[in-house]
């Protein structure tokens, strides 16, 4: 069990204390995935998943991938929209900047669940009113989130 915070390009891992995590300071756009393991769940099996995640404003990216059996390749693609840019790929939790100008990633020999976040932001700066964000949350596992 544990709780991911992705705000831009950065990553961190915050503490699961009584089933609830505090978000302050808000800034931008952010990702929350919570990662929860019930007592009876299979232990490992042959079918994995990819998570697809996109943060900010209009773009596509191919769905998540449900019940990928052990082996297969798989390739993740996305696009930005019309004046807007990627400004970041997280693969997994690890921050890929070298994908930013991509707009794929291959997956090969898979033999365990993984997460592609992809934040695109649009080219002009940002107005002063700019005040609201959004939050997007991701669950993995037995369970659920709540507001």
Same mark, same amino acid.
């Given at each position: 069990?544990?709780?991911?915070?992705?705000k $831009?390009s950065?990553?961190?891992? +915050? *503490?699961?204390?009584?089933?609830?995590?505090n978000?302050?300071?808000?800034?931008?756009?952010?990702?929350?995935?919570v990662?929860l393991?019930?007592?009876?769940?299979?232990?490992?099996?042959? +079918?994995?998943?990819?998570n697809?995640? +996109?943060? $900010?404003g209009?773009e596509?990216?191919?769905?998540?991938?449900?019940?990928v +059996?052990?082996g297969?390749d798989?390739?993740?693609q996305?696009?930005?929209?019309?004046?807007?840019?990627?400004?970041?790929?997280?693969?997994? $939790?690890?921050?890929r900047?070298?994908?930013?100008?991509?707009?794929?990633?291959a997956?090969?020999d898979? @033999?365990?669940?993984?997460?592609?976040?992809v934040?695109?932001?649009?080219?002009t700066e *940002?107005? @002063?009113?700019?005040?609201f964000?959004?939050? @997007?949350?991701s669950?993995i $596992?037995?369970?659920?989130i709540?507001?």
């Open positions: 069990q544990k709780i991911v915070y992705y $831009g950065i990553r961190q891992e +915050l *503490p699961v204390t009584q089933n609830s995590v978000l302050t300071n808000i800034t931008e756009d952010c990702l929350v995935q990662f393991k019930g007592g009876d769940e299979p232990e490992q099996t042959d +079918l994995f998943q990819i697809t995640t +996109l943060i $900010g209009p596509s990216i191919t769905p998540s991938q449900l019940d +059996l052990r297969q798989r390739t993740i996305w696009k930005a929209g019309a004046d807007y840019r990627i400004e970041s790929v997280v693969i997994d $939790g690890e921050v900047d070298d994908l930013t100008a991509a707009s794929e990633y997956f090969a898979i @033999d365990q669940d993984h997460l592609v976040i934040k695109v932001v649009k080219n *940002p107005k @002063d009113d700019d005040d964000f959004r939050i @997007d949350t669950r $596992g037995n369970g659920s709540t507001d």
